[in-house]
């Protein structure tokens, strides 16, 4: 059973298995207490979650680990993750309001992908950990046997012509082998695949840009000229200056533009929440 939790702008989700839980991914340091609030709604317990996976260790996906492990979760990590633990320590911590707290190293459960199969297995459930880089070189994916696929933020399919020849495609024709049902993402809608064998059509609740209509269309415009004059190293405020647009829908596209390698213009619309549009 899948439960995806709606608490942070990074979609997080509990996975039960027969014999245990793995929350997938944890959301931005400060976000602790919305994240109890949800458990809560949900009907959960944090200490019904047994392990934490990160698929990658970027602020938005691990923030939050160490609060969350301090009530009984352990994290697990895939020993290609452990030099990159700590890769976002020093961003999250300019914020002292957020209450972040480093992960522990000697709490961490480390296991190789070669095992990743066995340790899902104790938890009831039956599938793999596999490392997908392109996004970053710690990004991995958990695959399920029944078909779902969670891949954090590997570039979704609807943007996979934008990199051909790429790590990320590599990888992507990895997961696509298998055959998967089901894509969980780190911030696009979930995907549901009719066509198996090609990404083709797969964005039933997303789409692409331009779907729905002119408004949607000239918010794609409008987030591809940012990027273009971030591109060229303009201000924040030469950019409002510029685009006329709001300073922090601004900040937002920058954050996520300067953060996510290879991110792409529907990329970022799908990370960031643009209130009152």
């Excluded at 790429?166 to 969980?184: D, G, M, Q, Y």
Aim: net charge negative.
């Amino acid at each position: 059973m899948v439960t995806e939790l709606s608490y942070t702008t990074t979609h997080t989700y509990l996975i039960d298995g027969a014999k245990g839980t793995i929350l997938f991914d944890t959301g931005w340091a400060g976000t602790f207490s919305a994240f109890c609030r949800e458990m809560g709604e949900k009907g959960r317990k944090v200490q019904e979650i047994d392990y934490i996976l990160v698929s990658h260790f970027h602020p938005d996906h691990m923030g939050i680990a160490e609060e969350i492990a301090d009530l009984g979760p352990r994290i697990v990590a895939v020993d290609l993750q452990v030099p990159f633990l700590h890769s976002s320590d020093a961003i999250l911590g300019r914020d002292g309001k957020t209450g972040f707290r480093p992960i522990l190293d000697e709490n961490v459960r480390v296991i190789s992908l070669s095992e990743s199969r066995e340790f899902l297995a104790s938890l009831g459930l039956s599938g793999e950990i596999l490392h997908t880089p392109g996004h970053s070189d710690d990004s991995i994916s958990l695959w399920l046997d029944d078909g779902d696929l969670f891949v954090g933020d590997l570039n979704p399919l609807y943007e996979l012509e934008l990199h051909a020849g790429t790590e990320i495609e590599e990888s992507w024709n990895r997961l696509l082998a298998r055959k998967p049902k089901r894509v969980f993402y780190g911030h696009a809608k979930t995907a549901v695949l009719r066509d198996e064998d090609t990404p083709k059509g797969q964005e039933d609740d997303g789409g692409s840009a331009g779907d729905d209509g002119g408004d949607r269309k000239d918010l794609y415009l409008l987030v591809s000229r940012i990027m273009k004059y971030i591109d060229k190293g303009c201000s924040m405020e030469r950019i409002r200056k510029k685009t006329g647009a709001d300073p922090v829908f601004i900040e937002d596209v920058n954050r996520m533009y300067l953060t996510h390698r290879n991110v792409g213009v529907q990329g970022i619309l799908d990370r960031i929440e643009i209130k009152g549009r």
